[in-house]
């Protein structure tokens, strides 16, 4: 997170799930033991200030949030530029998105903030609508499993909106001519300590062998990024949103570009109850008219993700 830079500093608290060669753990469950959502915590409204039953999609919503005229959606707030909070509002791709299915609903879009491993369960508890905050959907989560495969909870569904994985981040204009993980045998890189990104660099030392992948791992990834910068390693690895929101604000655009294609990509998804399926269809039914409508990709091109876009929307089709 770049504004609050880092993503996760675990490996185990790590949004995404990465997978193919490049994984190096396996996908995760959130596993609250309770309703976690912080007390106090900002809510911010997208979408409008008043439901409109004239809209395309009104109909096609549970009558109870057509009577509230607002579906309550949990985040975790801390990882731009997906959610973050600036000015003492939720701001983000996440919200941006959000508000392009509002129009299409006719109802607001209420982010609360709260903590990433209470977001599931604040959909088993009845606190959340839904929860949208750069989630994996992955088959444990729909299924309600822990990691060893227990059940632990009734499972939620996902309507998936964002495609994302890992990007190498390079100094501007790619001095070395990085492309793949495979370029960077015989070089030094930098990567914030304990994160899946270094596991996934380690990976590649192995199958670099006699040619050596030296790994500089830092307390921060502000501090990995600063060694690359300076020309001390030739690349970083991070989440694709958040490498590209690093492209586009660090020295005004400058300092960093993408290297390759992504690696490990999954699926991002909104959360909802399995006993909402009719939610579910029309957060369904409006992203599918935003992508239609243009509204989809001049949100994610405000946050330079647009490489992150789904061609449609989709239920459950995360691995």
Do not use: H
């Amino acid at each position: 997170m770049t504004a609050s830079t880092t993503r996760r500093t675990t490996a185990a608290r790590s949004r995404i799930a990465a997978v193919g060669a490049i994984a190096v753990a396996g996908a995760l469950i959130l596993t609250g033991c309770g309703d976690q959502t912080d007390k106090g915590a900002s809510s911010t409204p997208s979408g409008g200030t008043s439901k409109d039953s004239s809209a395309p999609l009104f109909s096609a919503l549970p009558k109870k949030i057509q009577d509230a005229g607002v579906i309550k959606i949990g985040t975790d707030s801390a990882y731009a530029p997906m959610e973050f909070v600036e000015g003492g509002k939720i701001v983000g791709v996440d919200p941006d998105i959000a508000d392009a299915l509002a129009k299409q609903l006719g109802v607001k879009m209420q982010f609360t903030a709260g903590t990433f491993d209470g977001l599931i369960t604040s959909i088993y508890t009845g606190r959340e609508d839904a929860i949208m905050s750069s989630i994996t959907d992955n088959k444990q989560r729909q299924e309600g499993l822990d990691d060893k495969g227990q059940k632990i909870g009734k499972g939620i569904d996902f309507v998936d909106y964002f495609s994302s994985g890992l990007s190498l981040l390079v100094k501007k204009g790619n001095p070395e001519g990085i492309k793949s993980l495979d370029d960077l045998c015989g070089k030094t890189v930098a990567v914030q300590r304990g994160t899946t990104y270094e596991d996934a660099f380690k990976a590649q030392a192995e199958k670099c062998g006699d040619k050596k992948l030296t790994i500089q791992a830092f307390d921060t990834d502000a501090e990995a990024q600063t060694r690359v910068k300076a020309g001390g390693a030739v690349a970083d690895l991070n989440d694709y949103p958040v490498a590209a929101y690093t492209v586009k604000t660090s020295g005004g655009g400058n300092d960093f570009e993408i290297a390759g294609q992504q690696s490990g990509v999954g699926l991002f998804g909104i959360g909802v109850s399995k006993e909402n399926t009719q939610l579910r269809d029309a957060l369904k039914q409006a992203l599918d008219a935003a992508i239609k409508d243009g509204s989809y990709a001049k949100a994610l091109e405000k946050w330079n993700v647009q490489d992150s876009a789904v061609k449609s929307a989709t239920v459950n089709a995360g691995q």
